[in-house]
């Protein structure tokens, strides 16, 4: 009887094992890195691929390279910039010095500054790396394999009528069975009113706008992504947004802050957790 006993135990613990196995490979996470006012986070997706969206800072850019290679990753199917502001284009250099990067994704307009120009010359230096820019009003899927979908879209204007670039951000909605989520880079009013428009917002993960900046469409905006889990890229010297975080907080959204370090959240296509 016992060891009837010992060996069913032990069946049952090989099969626990296998399951717990089978889900790690069909678990999607996306790891938000804390990297004070700026956004930086990798993607990895069932299969083992990974896309990171936004590089941070130039000074956090030998960090976060060091971090992903410490952590075993040595390279990435694709590197978006949602645009070129510098705590989100600063580290793109770095990576690609660091790390083999299939493909670029990135916005098709120019900016002038010295984390650009860095970007520029990596990307130079790098002639095994795709560069795809994506003009005014597109629309691109992301074919990385696998059973997660990735699609990006652009700015709908040339002009914003100012000097920043903000709404020239690309978004990034990613599903995996009946999971999304969603990437917003600094979108401001005039993006976050197009996103609205093109009727996809609604996300399980969502990626907050413009580091938790309130704005006249955030309203509309919050209500109509309806996330189940919110992480904001700001900092002790530059909060969020009381009133931006108490509208996420209605919706019954739980909200994380880069203030109190990384968030990496799963799926396994069916429900979504976070661990900070």
């Known amino acids: 009887m016992r060891k ?35 956004d930086a986070a990798l993607l990895t997706l069932p299969g083992g691929r990974r896309v990171m969206i936004d590089a941070g800072t130039n000074k956090e850019g030998k960090h976060l390279a060091e971090r992903l290679t410490e952590g075993g990753v040595t390279a990435l199917d694709a590197l978006i910039v949602t645009h070129f502001d ?15 990067v299939a493909q670029v994704v990135m916005p098709d307009y120019a900016k ?10 990596a990307l130079e230096s790098s002639p095994a790396t795709r560069v795809t820019r994506m003009g005014t009003g597109e629309t691109l899927s992301l074919d990385l394999g696998g059973e997660a979908t990735l699609t990006l879209t652009s700015a709908h204007e040339t ?43 609604a996300c399980d993960v969502l990626k907050v706008p413009h580091h938790g900046r309130l704005h006249e469409a955030s309203a509309a905006f919050v209500q109509a992504a309806a996330p189940k889990i919110a992480f904001v890229s700001d900092s002790d010297e530059e909060p969020a947004d009381a ?9 019954g959204c739980a909200v994380y802050s880069a203030r109190d370090g990384d968030l990496t959240v799963f799926s396994d296509g069916e429900r979504v957790w976070a661990e900070q």
């Not at 020239?168 to 600094?186: C, E, H, I, M």
């Not at 009133?243 to 919706?251: F, G, K, P």
């Open 159 to 201: 002009d914003y009528g100012r000097d920043e670039e903000n709404d020239f951000s690309l978004a990034l909605r990613v599903v995996y069975g009946g999971t999304r989520f969603l990437f917003t880079g600094d979108a401001e009013d005039a993006r976050q009113r197009e996103l609205l428009a093109e009727g996809d917002v």
């Open 86 to 100: 510098k705590d989100h284009v600063g580290g793109a250099d770095k990576l690609l010095e660091s790390l083999d």
């Open 112 to 121: 002038d500054g010295k984390q650009y120009e860095q970007f520029m010359e």
């Open 243 to 251: 009133a931006l975080l108490a509208l996420l907080r209605e919706t």
């Open 4 to 38: 009837r006993i010992a060996r069913a135990m032990l069946l049952l613990t090989a099969l626990l094992a296998c399951g717990c196995a089978s889900r790690g490979e069909e678990t999607m996470k996306a790891e938000f890195f804390d990297v004070g006012k700026a």
